[in-house]
């Protein structure tokens, strides 16, 4: 299978004065699964169909391994391209849907025969190559349209938030069988969802996106951990932001001064002194002896975790999480806490949003 | 950063060809013969350059301005008429357990797509000075009400259009959520009181849309108000054709004017409408359809009756041509007794007709579906300024009366360089002009329904745009295109007043001739050659309803 590498260069995409992608530049490996994640309207499905070749580039140069494909109709990209909502075609049968790219690229017919069996097979769905789209259920229709991208051994596959219309227990499946096959075959796939989890479970790398800009691209781990500024990290999980004050003149032992609790023993990546943020997931937060004075607000029982809603002193709202192996019971609506934060696993922006852990 | 220069280039693709194409085509065959039928209204035989003659002597003639009177007063009493007979029947229809429904409907539909004029011919041939009932009721010493002039007008729009009105209301009344007449039931309001105050305002603009159809349509007609207005009762279509054809080479400049008028008259009713309804558009979801309301004994009867009565008056203008095409004449019409001889004469005397009739209108369908879909994709998938006038321009035809239409294309190519009167071209464009905008409503209404990713999917594959359209777009479009193509086949065969005033002496219709029999007093043959056109719309309709199953809207 001839995969390419994809590089994007300054790539913009205008609807009159609006800017819908705004200037991005990316490269993406070549077998690499490589996720554009991010709100409505952020500008990742722009993208998607801008490499698709369904939208045009006004600005900057997108290529599949040496040659710019600006210029290069949809239909001579050689892509395949599974859709939101499958897009099969209702007149042919399932066999007949599979070999339609195959057909349009000539392949002998004694070749397509057996490959549409294959790729059949591959996505588990042998047995209905006859039927028609009609007798079809949403998760089946889905395996059938990506059955059909991949049967043509396309240099790049895209897809444009395959799993949004199937129920959430399908959902999941279908992210496994997804991630085997692409795996298998070594595609170099770009995928988009607005669902984080998806994008996490799923990805080689995840490019986080807003307003048509790129906010952070990262392994699914480093994009979870170190989100480099608030918005990825509000985005990707959940996470506490609470005002601070600084004091690292010394970056490897800073002090922060949260709600006029102090946390030592903090690294930076460089001197800083003065007010900033920091972001602590709820799983990072503890109940302690020392810490942040708070009352519960609502504590929620949810199997292996619970969950605190926790009014903090200043006012703000914050979430914990408690695994229910660490917690000696569940404690009750209306208690005086005290939060503790883990120095190692906070996040410190500076007044502007930049990282500084 | 450096900033790549904005890349801009033109895209001389497929669908520019065919944009291109379709706007020269719509320039060609509508915009010039149009402006062209203006600039003739202002010039005048008795004057030099250009003049407002035409519409002085319009406003200020007496015989002028009676035909304007009497035309909207016609369409205004046939809209209100069709109204008052269409709403309540789709309301029993729609609401209760009515006796034979399917047939009812059936005969709904066939009613509307009888041949414009047969109406009026058949009344003439029961109501007539010679009519059946007439010597009927003479022979017991009773005088029958005449067909002639305005009521009998009005009475023939009456139950040709009155499933216009029929069409609309049902669809609206089973769109209607039945929770928001059971919101109004449970606020306290009474059955009666509920009609009145929750479901007909409701469904007052798909009321008025149907209105609207019907006077548009009694506007443009020219066959019923020339047979039944007997040259007395005058309208604006007739009018058009009379300037053009009367007189010593008739007065094209008048006959334009005269268009004008009447163009701009059904365009400002159409216009109005819009108006209303854009306002005042209530967009339902119906998640529960109001339910069937069963009755029994004679109140089922009782509901049954009016209903029953109107659809077989509607439909007694087709009964009464074939019974009669089977009916012995002579110069003083039917004489009795049953024969053949009507068919044979037509057969012989008449056949080029009616290979006319056929030809043309095949030859229009194949334009029709063609022109359909590219035109619909075009609206709907590459929306931008051209597809905007596409649109408009599409559209245009539908306040265009037959007769006007005709006159237009008169003017427009009846000089060299291009000669197209009396060919069997001229017949066919005006065919395809007037009814491609169903075409391309019914088109576009598929195509937004259907998601684009489909026809994304054929390209990613690696099938160019143009192949997709063929392969996978009209191949998914065609049965919808089907269904409504069929209907506009019944219109083409049936269509008479572009044609009276295209036709030459090898490419005259059936319609045409039914028409000039008629004026000639061969009844027999007229019947004949009307039964001829009622076959083949009543099996049309059948092979419709079959193959439709409710895909395309008749509306």
């Known amino acids: 299978m001839q995969s390419h590498d994809v590089g994007i260069k300054d790539a913009v995409k205008m609807y009159g004065d609006f800017k819908a992608v705004a200037g991005i530049t990316l490269d993406i490996k070549r077998g690499e699964f490589f996720t554009l994640l991010g709100p409505s309207g ?22 599949f391994g040496e040659n710019v494909i600006n210029h290069v109709p949809a239909h001579k990209r050689g892509i395949g391209m599974v859709f939101q909502n499958y897009a099969i075609f209702p007149h042919l049968s399932v066999a007949d849907n599979v070999a339609y790219g195959l057909k349009a690229r000539k392949v002998p017919g004694s070749e397509t025969g057996p490959r549409v069996k294959n790729a059949l097979e591959m996505v588990q769905i042998a047995e209905l190559a006859g039927r028609m789209p009609n007798e079809l259920s949403g998760g089946q229709q889905q395996r059938v349209a990506l059955a059909r991208a991949f049967v043509i051994e396309p240099s790049v596959l895209l897809m444009d938030e395959p799993l949004s219309n199937l129920d959430a227990k399908l959902r999941v499946q279908m992210r496994t069988t997804i991630k085997k096959l692409q795996r298998k075959l070594g595609i170099t796939t770009i995928y988009v969802t607005h669902d984080q989890e998806e994008a996490l479970s799923i990805s080689d790398r995840i490019a986080v996106m807003k307003d048509g800009l790129i906010m952070q691209v990262g392994e699914p781990t480093q994009i979870y951990k170190k989100p480099e500024n608030p918005f990825v990290a509000g985005f990707i999980g959940v996470s506490n932001f609470l005002d601070c004050d600084i004091a690292g003149q010394d970056p490897n032992n800073a002090a922060l001064t949260v709600a006029g609790y102090k946390i030592k023993d903090v690294r930076l990546s460089r001197p800083f002194t003065g007010k900033g943020k920091i972001a602590a997931r709820p799983e990072y937060l503890s109940l302690d002896a020392e810490g942040i004075k708070g009352t519960i607000e609502l504590s929620t029982f949810l199997g292996d975790f619970i969950e605190y809603e926790i009014m903090l002193e200043s006012g703000q709202a914050i979430q914990l999480n408690e695994y229910t192996k660490d917690a000696l019971s569940v404690k009750p609506d209306g208690m005086e806490v005290r939060v503790a934060l883990d120095a190692s696993a906070i996040i410190v922006y500076g007044e502007g949003g930049e990282v500084l852990t | 950063m450096i900033r790549l220069p904005v890349i801009k280039r033109p895209r001389f693709d497929f669908w520019f060809f065919v944009k291109a194409a379709v706007i020269l085509s719509m320039l060609f065959f509508l915009v010039y013969p149009f402006s062209t039928l203006i600039t003739r209204s202002f010039f005048s035989k008795n004057t030099d350059g250009l003049t407002l003659n035409n519409y002085a002597s319009f406003f200020s003639k007496k015989y002028y301005l009676d035909a304007l009177k009497n035309t909207l007063s016609i369409s205004f009493i046939s809209s209100f008429a069709c109204l008052l007979v269409g709403a309540p029947m ?48 003479a022979a017991i010493g009773i005088k029958a009400p005449t067909i002639y002039g305005m009521g009998g007008i009005i009475l023939v729009f009456t139950l040709h259009l009155f499933p216009y009105v029929y069409l609309y209301v049902a669809g609206a009344l089973s769109s209607i959520d039945s929770s928001l007449e059971e919101a109004g039931e449970n606020l306290g309001s009474s059955k009666l009181r509920r009609l009145f105050t929750v479901t007909l305002p409701v469904v007052m603009p798909s009321i008025l849309a149907g209105a609207v159809m019907v006077f548009m349509t009694s506007l443009a007609d020219f066959g019923t108000p020339m047979l039944l207005g007997e040259g007395k009762t005058r309208v604006l279509s007739v009018l058009v054709y009379d300037a053009y054809m009367s007189e010593i080479g ?66 007694l203008p087709q009964l009464t041509v074939v019974v009669s095409s089977f009916i012995q004449t002579d110069f003083t019409g039917f004489i009795g007794g049953f024969t053949l001889d009507n068919y044979q004469k037509i057969l012989s005397r008449l056949a080029t007709n009616i290979t006319n009739t056929y030809y043309f209108s095949a030859v229009a369908i194949v334009f029709i579906v063609v022109f359909g879909m590219l035109i619909s994709y075009i609206l709907v998938r590459k929306r931008g300024k051209i597809a905007s006038a596409m649109d408009l321009l599409v559209m245009f035809p539908y306040v265009i009366p037959g007769s006007v239409l005709g006159v237009c294309l008169i003017v427009a190519f009846n000089r060299q360089p291009i000669v197209l009167t009396g060919t069997a071209a001229i017949m066919i464009i005006s065919y395809v002009v007037r009814k491609l905008p169903y075409t391309v409503r019914s088109g576009s209404a598929f195509l937004y329904q259907m998601d684009a990713s489909v026809e994304e999917a054929s390209i990613s594959l690696g099938v160019s745009p143009m192949k997709t359209f063929f392969t996978v777009i009209a191949r998914l479009m065609l049965p919808g295109i089907l269904s409504g193509a069929i209907l506009s086949w019944i219109t083409c065969i049936n269509e008479l007043s572009s044609s009276i005033m295209l036709y030459g002496g090898k490419t005259s219709t059936i319609s045409v001739a039914i028409y000039q029999e008629v004026m000639r007093m061969s009844d027999g043959t007229a019947a004949a050659l009307a039964s001829i056109l009622t076959l083949t719309t009543v099996a049309s309709m059948m092979i419709f309803l079959r193959f439709s199953k409710g895909r395309a809207s008749l509306i």
């Open chain 1, 42 to 63: 952020c500008g990742k499905t722009t993208l998607l169909r801008m490499i698709a070749g369904f939208n045009t580039i006004d600005r900057g140069t997108i290529s």
């Open chain 2, 90 to 137: 789709a309301y029993l229809m729609t609401r209760f357990n009515i006796w034979g429904k399917k047939v009812i409907y059936v005969c709904i539909i066939l009613a509307l797509m009888s041949p414009p004029f047969l109406g009026a011919y058949s009344w003439i041939l029961l109501f007539g000075r010679a009519g059946f009932i007439t010597s009927l009721l």
């Open chain 2, 250 to 315: 008739g007065n094209a400049n008048m006959a334009s004017a005269l268009s004008v008028i009447a163009v701009i008259t059904s365009l400002s009713v159409l216009l109005l409408q819009k108006f209303y309804v854009a306002r005042k558009n209530y967009a339902m979801t119906s998640l529960r359809p109001p339910k069937v309301i069963v009755l029994h004994g004679w109140k089922r009867f009782l509901v049954t009756l009016p209903v029953v009565l109107v659809a077989f008056m509607g439909l």
